[in-house]
């Protein structure tokens, strides 16, 4: 067999943006913005400027193609969201009280945000935690007697309770050991 070695990676992003009309009125989504990133090349991040979508009626399975048909649905999408881990909680609670609360709108503000409504979180700490710790760290202890979430007091708490009042409360969450 042989071996090939992959000499440069060029990445296309296609931001969907919607064209703006005039007036202030809502756009359609009938054309793509193009970034193009090439290694080794002066194309990083480079905006190739807009491509109109095209009709397309039975693709060339040469080429690879992603296709929606709005009437056909394979599963149900649960929500949208992001992690509460140490990591993000503990950075989070560093931030200047105005830089916390552009945060928060911008990604749980269900108008002027990113609306998350699906959220996880671990169980214990995980690999993007400041330490290693569980919340039965007394061996045996099967009736959890000594079961505690102080680790998570300081940090994460507050910084899901803060993403809930911005939710308006509809956040569900997803926890992982």
């Given at each position: ?45 480079h ?16 080429y ?53 409504n ?7 700490s ?26 998570d007091l ?24």
């Amino acid at each position: 067999m042989k071996k090939m070695r992959i000499r440069s990676v060029i990445l296309v992003l296609a931001l969907f943006v919607p064209v703006k009309q005039s007036h202030g009125q809502q756009g359609d989504f009938s054309e793509a913005r193009i970034i193009v990133t090439a290694e080794s090349t002066n194309q990083l991040l480079h905006d190739a400027g807009f491509r109109a979508f095209e009709p397309l009626e039975q693709p060339d399975e040469n080429y690879p193609a992603i296709l929606i048909d709005d009437d056909v649905t394979f599963q149900t999408i649960e929500g949208f969201g992001g992690a509460f881990t140490d990591a993000a909680a503990i950075t989070f609670g560093k931030l200047p009280e105005e830089e916390r609360a552009q945060f928060l709108k911008a990604c749980f503000d269900p108008v002027e945000g990113n609306a998350y409504n699906l959220c996880r979180t671990t169980i214990h700490s995980c690999d993007y935690s400041d330490e290693m710790y569980t919340y039965a760290e007394v061996e045996g202890d099967k009736k959890l007697k000594h079961f505690t979430i102080e680790h998570d007091l300081p940090y994460r708490i507050p910084m899901i309770r803060a993403a809930m009042d911005v939710s308006g409360g509809e956040l569900r969450f997803f926890a992982s050991p």
